[in-house]
């Protein structure tokens, strides 16, 4: 928790933030706009086998083979269903760039430093690892994700682990 | 700007140098050594040493100025050359590429080495051009300038004298500038110096030639920022009539400059006798190089400018072209997409825009094309390597082979020459080793003494065609035979010939009699076989008992481009590459059979094939799960055959491979993808890894049906779960 606070601490700091706001079933998140390369409708995805299941699978870009990902599958929301409000945002992490499958875009928020409270330790589906903190507005909360933590987490099965071992 | 910016160029010039100088060296007709390629050989030296000097790479500057000293002799005939000779200058040569690599690192090279090839070099020197008798000509390098400097001069005769040249620097910084002159000092005696940064001239006296100056300069600045001309007319021809007069042509033709530079710009007159003075000194520590310079004869052929190669290549980053490949793909797809659309539409009121789309289809098709081709290398760069390989293991066996190539201007992708170079030099060092049969051996068949080797490339079809031919024994059906089931495989008498060549590729054959230093351990012909069919090729054998043996190794022209066959499996489509394809067919309930449990083969002739029904290993839904209304196609992946069960085969069609791993990683049973006329990703299929998949699906289906679950064999490819 301690690097937690310190993220927090850090944000306080810096200058004011801007963020993607996307809903995932009821739920409003928001990623740093910075990671946001573009956005997409979803289609066109070719399935790759024997991959979790919130892989999507890979689509083409321009001439770049980018893999999707469904957060809602990943963060196990109760209604997965694919339509033309289905987006996906495309956002580089590390030089990699991965599709992220959200039920929609919303909007482009700016957060002051105050407005970003330190995430408190949430149920099982998404480790409080993955996030930034929670964006507090007067009527809503925005769920504010570490996007480059969670697309290079193990589990995400993103990229390839040297030492992982699955079995 | 800082000096240590040119290092690179430098390296890669010299690099360059040293594989043209080689060349040379292995070209070279001892009887009669051609006087342009000896010129060639001490140019490449020339050049490298006055890099050298200016970076201060101390230790490759003394070897190559030894190694020119003993080059220059050479050309001017003092030295005559013989097999051992050449050998000790090729040694020299790999030396000189051993220390470019330290320096390159940031290393110093090898002290001990260096002082051996000195050794060498110098002793060479001593030995053979004393031997020659006639006193004078040829001292040790190692002696002092002013010595060395004489009795050259004397050895020549006719030595040119020193002229005077008028050198202009265009566009150089004051600091750069103190540099560059020092550099000139090399190559005589600046007499004079003058000018601004735009424009500075130094009036030099030398006995280089313009050209060998600016070639030397083009490691430091480029071509077009220095000019070189003669100082005057009347300097040149003053300096011209001293040359028959006597050997003090130097001090006479340095009076003579003296003048004319005096006569030249004030300012220059000026400053010239400081120059003159602080000359000397400046050269001090470079001074080795001097003494060649007086034998440059009129007969010399202006070197090669250096500049003249940059006029007519360019280097770019490899990733820079594979962006512009990825583009033009891009421009494919999209081309192709509107072409579909463009097709629907009724030609007669649209003619323009149907006319417009087949010129957009030409155009689009030449430029891939033109772009595929930014990454093809003659097979030259392959090729030129082996001489060296040959010469120094025919005589390390003690044999008389010669080498021939054909075809060496045939291009491929250059990602494919790298990688192939190791398997065709195990090939070559083979033929020499098992081929050919010693001299003695050969004459006694009646077979002339020397053998020949043949290496061929051409173009046919999408592939190139690369064979490495000997005169040789060729291969011994009986022999590998016995040593077959010597060694525990499974053979049989009635196999054909072309299975038995097949057999040396078995890993741990080797029907060497004993085994050399050079081949026969039997390790290797496996991986030959292995990464070349890594590269998407394959090898054929064909040989004849006394008369040779040829190796023929088949290759995709580009790793960028495949030749797939695309399959339906449920909804999804698949690419096979065409090279692993061998045939389809509808199975037939007689052809298969059920093995323990849940495996199926097909039998195909005499053999039975795995077979991996491709909706169960990629978890395809709605697939043909009825082997006998599926369809197998016969592949072939790491040398064995698998039967794979689909739904359709939808065609042939080339495509262009996309890596998975770029953003995503490694997936099992999938060596690629690519993108279809559609924009859709299709995945293409890795034979082996399918059969491993489909293999460890079975096993996890049985672990869950046996009570006492035994863990799944781990691994990094898959979750499973």
Known sequence: MSRLTSDALSATEGENQQFLVFSLGEEEYAIDILKVQEILGYENVTRIANAPDFIKGVTNLRGVIVPIVDLRIKFHLDKVEYGGQTVVIVVNVFDRIVGIVVDGVSDVMTLTPNQIKPAPELGMSMSSDFLKGLGSLENRMLVLVDIDRLLTSKEMALVEQVEQVAG | MDITDFYDTFFEEAEELLTDMERYLLELNLEEPDAEQLNAIFRTAHSIKGGAGTFGFEALQKTTHLFENLLDHARHGELNLRRDIVDIFLETKDMLNDQLTAYRNGEEPDQEAFERICKTLQQLAEEEIKARGDGSPGAPASQPQAQTREAETEAAGEGEPAASLLIALLGISEENRALLVEELEQFGTVIAQSGDAERYEVELETTTSAADIESVMCFIIEPEQIETRSATPSAAAAAEDTSPASQAAEPESKAAAEPIAASGASEAAEQAPSSQTTAPELAQPVEPQKPMEPKKTASKPPAKPKGGAENSSIRVSVEKVDQIINLVGELIITQSMLDQTVSQLDGVTNGSLVNGMSLLQRNARDLQEAVMSIRMIPMDFVFSRFPRVVRETSSKLGKEIELHTEGESTELDKSLTERIIDPLTHLVRNSLDHGIEKPEEREALGKPR????????????????????????????????????????????????????????????????????????????????????????????????????????????????????????????????????????????????????????????????????????????????????????????????????????????????????????????????????????????????????????????????????????????????
Do not use: C
């Not at chain 2, 053979?491 to 038995?500: I, L, Q």
């Not at chain 2, 580009?558 to 389809?584: C, H, N, R, W, Y």
């Not at chain 2, 795995?610 to 196609?633: F, K």
């Open chain 2, 450 to 721: 020397v053998g020949h080797l043949t290496l061929s490339a051409r173009h046919q079809g999408g592939n190139i065609i690369i064979e490495v031919k000997d005169d040789g024994a060729g291969l011994n059906r009986e022999k590998l035979l016995a040593k077959a089931r010597e060694s525990g495989l499974s053979v049989s008498d009635s196999m054909t010939d072309d299975e038995v060549w097949q057999l040396i590729f078995a890993a741990g054959f080797s029907t060497a009699k004993e085994v050399t230093d050079v081949s026969g351990r039997g390790v290797g012909m496996d991986v030959v076989k292995r990464n070349i069919q890594g590269l998407g090729g394959s090898v054929q054998i064909m040989s004849t008992a006394g008369q040779g043996t040829t190796i023929r190794i088949v290759l995709p022209l580009t790793l960028a481009i495949l030749d797939g066959m695309s399959i339906k499996v449920g909804d999804e489509i698949f690419i096979l590459p065409l090279s692993t394809v061998l045939q389809s067919l509808q199975p037939t309930k007689a052809d298969l059979y059920e093995m323990a449990g849940e495996d199926l083969v097909l039998r195909m002739r005499d053999e039975y094939l795995p077979v991996i029904a491709v909706h169960d290993a990629l978890d395809v839904e709605g697939a043909q799960t009825d082997p006998l209304r599926s369809i197998a196609v016969i592949v072939q992946g790491e040398g064995r055959r698998y039967a794979l069960l689909i739904d359709d085969l939808i065609g042939q069609q080339q495509v262009v491979v996309k890596n998975l791993e770029t953003n995503y990683r490694k997936v099992p049973g999938v060596s690629a993808a690519t993108i279809l006329g559609d924009g859709r990703v299709a995945l293409i299929l890795d034979i082996a890894g399918l059969h491993h998949l489909s293999q460890r699906k079975k096993e996890a289906r049985q672990t869950s049906l046996d009570t006492s679950a035994k863990p799944l064999p781990t691994s990094t490819e898959v979750a499973l779960s």
